[in-house]
């Protein structure tokens, strides 16, 4: 695994997406490996979040862009000088202060109970055994690749804004994934990570047999297929580990193979 940092005032490269991204992370290995190697940088960006990349790192830039164009998170484009990095970072971050509050208005924003039925799937059986399996190995889940974007946001439910996601129709767009960041917040995890297909979650501890069950009667709520016995391996597989990832594209076992 190689890490390499970046100055938020700064010129942004191919390798990076806009001025908060603090660090790229190539060859990595493992999920754990990934989640030790962000939270080595947590504490030089602290208040501020981190969020980092995960599958399909240039769809997941592709789609993040485009859902950035929502007319509810009113884009604006910025004009600065190529070579002057510091209007380039303020502009970043006035991104990022924009969707965050439109993400907090209460008029805009999806309620936990609205969200279900509004993700299309390829069935609620295929999708449920999809989150057994990329649960049950989460390294199938980061790129070879990683991104991390500095947030400064003041919550984790709002880490998202620094990729925010879900584009296509038949996809959980940006709104619908906070209302998912911010109910997971609940079970005691915190958004980490988003990719192309897929939002990551860790916990400083693993839970317990009743909290993991709390979490699958939440998701089996969503996904459905509620007498499927593949809900009590997912609640298994969540007792013995800090990560929970979630798929919240229409085709999101079939972009991961699973």
Sequence with gaps: MRVTSYETIGPVTRERWNTNTVARIDEVDSFSELLTAVDSLRGKYAPARLLCSLDGVGQCQYTSI???????????????????????????????????????????????????????????ETDVKALVEVNRQPDRAVDEVVVVQRVPVSRDDLALVGIPNGYFEGD???????????????????????????????????????????VVADLASLYGAPDSSAWSELATTLC???????????????????
């Design 66 to 124: 485009h859902a950035s164009f929502d007319d509810r998170l009113g884009y604006e484009e910025h004009e600065f000088e190529e070579d002057d990095f510091t209007a380039a970072h303020h502009a970043d971050n006035a991104h990022i202060d924009r969707i965050a509050a439109v993400l907090d208005d209460p008029d805009l924003r999806v309620e936990w109970e609205a969200l279900a039925g509004t993700r299309n799937g390829d069935g609620a």
């Design 172 to 214: 959980w767009d940006t709104f619908q994934n906070h209302a998912m960041a911010r109910r997971m917040a609940i079970h005691g995890y915190r958004h980490i990570g988003t990719g192309a297909s897929l939002l990551g979650f860790d916990r400083p501890t693993a839970p317990t047999s009743e909290q993991a069950q709390a």
């Design 240 to 258: 013995g580990q800090r990560i929970l990832l979630i798929g919240y594209t229409e085709d999101f076992a079939d972009t991961l193979d699973i």
